[in-house]
């Protein structure tokens, strides 16, 4: 983690209250006054600390009402949560203090501490922590949308992935949820218009977490991106609500052709680890890839597809198998279908199980 030198002390609340001012050339003396106070009053607060990032001066706290539910801590339990795990982590983990304290409990809400852990993982010499920090505020402080999301997808991470420890190391530690909300952040500015910024949090993306996802592929709501590592999803890739992906996941295109050309994930879908999906195809309502699976064809709802290529294997019990995130059937399932497959190499048909397409 990067630190500051005693000398810092001056020289970056002087760097930063300067860029305040340089921002603020279009807003009222008032407003400019109250930037300046707020910098210089942090700059006493973190000489308190004398361990700390280079990003954790010059934050700027976000308007009241430019934030859902982050004022009121009975309106946004999930935060509540974050806060009073960093509290217990940082009296059980005293090293771990300041740490805490400047990518949490420093913060008035959700967005503001996640654009904070945003920024310290995606900075390099020339995309300054401070510079991402502004990006990822105007964006999600002004985004009811991601601000549901990133709530959601961080319940799905506190639910589905047994290795979770809490809403507070979601936040902290795991790169499929902070890739995946960098993205929401880049598809965004890819909507606006700002295809090249887009772009440039898209290859940062790919160079801090090993996941590629272009900034113009959709993506819903309440998401697990289990690991994360190795994931590729392309720019005309839809992935709807309540989907779980692990990693190695690809939803790529077939060739060279331009367009609609990758797969549409429809709502609850699991996806194994390292399944390759290609082509503007569906995989349904409720399915489930099997891991190292093939896909090129369309997925009914509901069903179990595995294999190189893959083929319907079977019917999941569960309607949200994304949910209940089980990977694998029982022995007498597979038995059942290995007693298909044989009688239908032994007539020369396909067994029951195999399923149409």
Known sequence: MACLSDESWVS?????????????????????????????????????????????????????????????????????????????????????????????????????????VLANRLQNPTLLATQLMDIFFDVILHDTGIQRSIRLDMQAFKDRDPACLSYCSVLLYLKGYHSLQVHRVAHALWSQGRKVLALALQSRISEVFGVDIHPAAKIGE??????????????????????SLMHGVTLGGTGKEIGDRHPKVSDGALIGASATILGNIKIG????????????????????????????????DEQVPSLTMKHDATKD????????????????????GSGKK
């Open 285 to 316: 309502k409720g399915a489930m890839v099997a891991a190292g699976s093939l896909v090129l064809k369309d997925v009914p709802p509901h069903s179990m597809v595995a294999g190189i290529p893959a083929k319907v294997i079977g019917y999941v």
């Open 12 to 116: 970056l609340p002087k760097m930063l209250s300067e860029r305040l001012t340089l921002r603020g050339g279009d807003q009222n003396e008032e407003e400019e006054l109250k930037r300046k106070s707020f910098v210089e009053s942090k700059r006493t607060q973190y000489r308190i600390e004398k361990v700390f990032p280079v990003y954790a001066l010059g934050i700027s706290k976000p308007e009241s009402d430019s934030v859902v539910n982050s004022g009121d801590p009975i309106a946004d339990p999930i935060w509540d949560a974050v806060k009073e795990e960093a509290k217990l982590e940082a009296e059980k983990e005293p090293i771990l203090s300041s740490f805490l304290y400047a990518s949490i409990m420093s913060h008035d809400c959700l967005e503001q501490a996640l654009g904070f």
């Open 333 to 352: 399932f597979f038995e059942h279908v290995a007693d298909n497959f044989k009688d239908g190499r032994s007539t020369g048909g396909q067994g029951s």
């Open 222 to 243: 309440g998401i697990l991106l289990d690991h994360g590592t190795g994931v590729v999803i392309g720019e005309t890739a839809v992935v709807g609500n309540r989907v």
